[in-house]
């Protein structure tokens, strides 16, 4: 069985230009004055694409990580929900983009007799939402969200819980991972664990925890030949 999560859209880059554009309407500072904020501005997108070793689904985390790079009396509410309203406007025009080989890389293992499940952090109606957009639900046989969850990744929860709705044992599961909280949940899981890199460059603690990492999800596929 495959617990796959991450690495089969590309919200990450779609996600990041949204933050961007969302901060320069909140704080104009950003645009008027490049030199002096624009490292403020990739800290602050940094936090939210990737903070490593902290769930940055937990209530609360997100809005003071951002605080802490922007200042106290940054609107973070503002800021999300434009950010997501960005988000859903170019979705509704243009669709989710998937990421090379996932299509491939799927139907292969549909073929195959692997069974495979969704582990995601975002919340059933927005994940559910996504994976029809894509055409990408028919391939998997559950899918398992945040909302099923007390602790998001970097915990092992939701990864546990997907084996145990699969029926499968974490050591005998394969989890899929492009960010490094995601690899450290797979990991911390028991399961073998593939990062395939996107916009994040694995650390060296990465590198340890990742049992392979790969720039092709495809490769995937090599772990169930016959």
Do not use: W
Not at 93 to 109: A, D, N, R, S, W
Not at 190 to 209: A, H, N, R, S, W
């Amino acid at each position: 069985p495959v617990a796959l999560t991450g690495g089969v859209a590309r919200m990450g880059e779609l996600f990041t230009g949204r933050f961007r554009r969302a901060l320069e309407h909140l704080v104009p500072q950003c645009v008027y004055q490049p030199a002096k904020y624009s490292p403020v501005v990739g800290a602050a997108l940094c936090v939210l694409s990737e903070s490593a070793g902290v769930d940055i689904t937990a209530p609360g985390v997100a809005e003071n990580l951002m605080k802490e790079k922007m200042g106290e009396d940054f609107d973070y509410l503002a800021f999300r929900q434009r950010t997501v309203d960005m988000v859903e406007a170019y979705l509704n025009e243009h669709g989710v983009e998937l990421k090379h080989g996932v299509i491939e890389t799927l139907k292969t293992l549909k073929a195959r007799g692997i069974k495979m499940a969704v582990a995601t952090s975002t919340d059933r109606e927005r994940a559910e939402d996504k994976l029809v957009r894509s055409g990408l639900l028919p391939y998997f046989d559950d899918v398992i969200c945040g909302d099923e969850i007390e602790r998001g990744k970097p915990y092992p929860d939701i990864y546990l819980k997907a084996c145990e709705k699969l029926g499968t044992k974490p050591e005998e599961t394969v989890g899929v991972e492009d960010s490094i909280n995601g690899v450290t949940a797979s990991h911390d899981a028991g399961l073998y664990t593939l990062m395939v890199i996107d916009l994040i460059q694995p650390d060296e603690e990465t590198k340890k925890k990742a049992d392979r990492i790969s720039n092709d999800i495809f490769e995937l596929t090599e772990l169930f030949e016959d």
